[in-house]
């Protein structure tokens, strides 16, 4: 079935440092990657997306990579701040045409001043 | 504030009961997504309705059954609840139905089960 594994689970960085987070996932078929970012006791937030057919997009701080034929994409973030600390998720959705998406398990990001 | 309500925000409830909750939609968006959130499964898609009608399930307990009205509101009502329920629920609106879209989550509400 429909799979996305994210790593690390958990990351601590100095504020300045940048910080990547990798997810796989199993369906060959799935074309959009959401990534989103949730505060403790917040709704999920879009931060970023990637289409299939796109290897890279930036925007300002943050990038995210996809890697088709691997199956793997990884957000970037450079030049951590404080206020990025939070839980990330990872996404992908499949071949479903529905939107339904299928996350990874989640990664708390915390930026040590 | 992502234009997607959810009511209540809280919900305490006992073992065996039944609850709704409930998800109005941004303007415009015709699709509806339920996921659920517990510490030890993360994110979990539950059920997609796409313009009043069924669009895709996911591994949605048959305890649990939802709806999304003409108005495009939704309702996710979950039956003989059991503690495992416990859970922060979140709807989603997108504008279509499909992939690219982006979906727009609620604040969420937060069911314990006593």
């Known amino acids: 079935g429909e799979n996305v594994e994210q790593h690390p689970s958990t990351l601590s960085v100095q504020e300045g440092d940048s910080a990547v987070i990798k997810c796989t996932y199993s369906?060959?078929?799935?074309?959009?990657f959401p990534w989103y970012k949730q505060e403790l006791g917040k709704r999920p937030q879009l931060i970023i997306d990637i289409r299939s057919n796109v290897g890279e997009k930036k925007d300002q701080r943050i990038a995210v990579t996809l890697n088709k034929t691997a199956k793997h994409f990884s957000l970037h973030i450079t030049e951590t701040q404080p206020e990025d600390s939070a839980v990330y998720f990872c996404a992908a959705i499949g071949s479903s045409n529905t939107g339904k998406l299928i996350f990874g398990q989640g990664t708390t990001l915390q930026v040590k001043p | 504030d992502s234009g997607v309500t959810q009511t209540p925000k809280h919900l305490i409830t006992a073992t065996g009961q039944r609850v709704t909750l409930r998800c109005s939609p941004r303007?415009?968006?015709?699709?509806v997504y339920w996921y659920q959130q517990s510490l030890d499964q993360g994110l979990q898609f539950l059920i997609q309705?796409?313009?009043?009608?069924?669009?895709a399930k996911g591994n949605i307990l048959e305890r649990f059954s939802a709806q999304q009205f003409p108005d495009l509101h939704s309702e996710l009502n979950l039956s003989s609840l059991e503690l495992g329920d416990s859970a922060l629920y979140f709807c989603a609106s997108a504008r279509r139905g499909n992939s690219y879209n982006e979906q727009f989550f609620g604040p969420g509400t937060r069911l314990t089960v006593l």
């Open positions: 369906d060959s078929a799935s074309n959009y």
């Open positions: 303007s415009g968006d015709l699709s």
């Open positions: 309705y796409y313009n009043g009608e069924e669009r």
